[in-house]
């Protein structure tokens, strides 16, 4: 079993003065949800996800050594699509500080971190899992330039484990089409510290599953992730939901294979509406849905309902809606999506996406 020491390197057997990478890395929409998190973003509970193609952040990480400078500070400077952004600098400190001891060059250089989304940066689409996924793959592949004799397997394993560590999502946006985080029984290799790749058979029905986000409110969210998690330490229904988080884990297993998009549906859309029951239950007790999440919901239920089209839901902690359906059903469902459910999204805008295989290398060093 690894366990967090093995992230620490004993020696660097190369040195480099400068250079620039730059990777993209998705985001991904969780089908079995991660709510509630033990400390040093241990997850409560499993999670499994599908990977995007589309919404990605795209990161450039250049890098100098200092001369004889101050070695007690970490050196960088953050622009995000080209210009200096302040706010987001505190965050990117906090990341730097939890993942010194298994990166000990960091202080060592100073950074330009250049960072743009391919989606809206307002859209109410959460950046914090591609954004942390593809700092954590610049800083691996400057570690693999102290290192060349890492391997490929540690070098992803390791970019997983970082990424969690600025965002807990974060690390199933590294690599795989179908991601797994958390200890499950019947997941080989999986853990709490990075994601894994999905180890069992995926049936034809899932293969080029297409994802269409539909944006109900770009707005900033009135709580916080990391608050809501925080919220489900005294929540009275935690137990049951993190044992019911590994039964719907283990039904999914049986559902990728057999290629059951009715039972692929039922699990999916249940976690969805738990996760938003565990937020509607918890002290103090909030509502992240919009009435037009709502009127989606049942708009998508109809449809079912009368054209037996397999078009399901799924949603983050916020309002906004994701439509999955099978690609075979494209047309149809994104005629449905342009004739009823347009209406109920801000400003009209919504975003096609698909299942994708994580992080992707642009310029190598």
């Known amino acids: 079993m690894v366990v967090t020491n093995d992230f620490i390197p004993a020696s660097y057997t190369n040195s480099i003065e400068q250079g620039v990478f730059q990777w993209s890395a998705p985001s991904n929409i969780a089908l079995v949800k991660y709510w509630g998190k033990k400390e040093n973003q241990v997850p409560a509970n499993p999670s499994v996800s599908f990977t995007l193609n589309n919404c990605k952040t795209i990161t450039q990480l250049a890098f100098a050594k200092k ?7 970490f050196s960088f400077d953050l622009l995000f699509e080209g210009k200096p952004k302040e706010d987001f600098k505190p965050k990117i400190q906090k990341f730097l500080e939890r993942i010194e001891p298994y990166l000990p060059f960091l202080k060592d250089y100073h950074f330009t971190i250049d960072t743009r989304n391919t989606f809206p940066h307002s859209s109410g689409i959460a950046s914090s899992a591609s954004g942390m996924a593809a700092l954590a793959m ?10 060349p004799a890492m391997t490929e397997d540690y070098f992803y394993q390791k970019a997983s484990f970082l990424a969690r560590l600025g965002s807990g999502s974060a690390c199933r946006s590294v690599k795989g089409q179908v991601v797994v985080w958390g200890n499950q029984a019947n997941i080989t290799g999986s853990s709490d ?6 180890p069992h058979t995926i049936h034809d029905n899932f293969k080029n599953y297409q994802d269409t986000i539909l944006l109900v409110d770009k707005g900033e969210k009135q709580v916080s992730s990391t608050v809501g998690h925080d919220l489900m330490h005294n929540h009275p229904f935690a137990e049951r939901r993190f044992a019911q988080a590994h039964e719907n884990l283990d039904q999914l297993i049986s559902i990728f294979e057999s290629g059951n998009l009715e039972q692929f549906i039922a699990v999916v859309e249940s976690e969805a509406l738990t996760l938003h029951a565990m937020m509607m239950t918890s002290m103090p007790y909030f509502i992240l849905m919009k009435p037009n999440t709502l009127e989606i919901i049942n708009r998508i239920w109809k449809f079912r309902n009368e054209t037996k089209i397999p078009v399901c839901f799924t949603l983050d902690a916020g309002a906004n809606v994701h439509v999955l359906y099978p690609n075979q059903v494209k047309e149809k469902v994104l005629q449905f999506i342009q004739d009823e459910l347009v209406g109920y999204c801000q400003n009209g805008q919504y975003i096609c996406d698909e299942i994708g295989i994580g992080s992707q290398l642009i310029i190598d060093n």
Do not use: Y
């Open 67 to 73: 001369q004889n400078a101050n070695q007690s500070n």
């Open 138 to 147: 610049n800083l691996m592949s400057l570690e693999k330039e102290l290192n």
């Open 193 to 198: 510290l990075f994601g894994v790749q999905f």
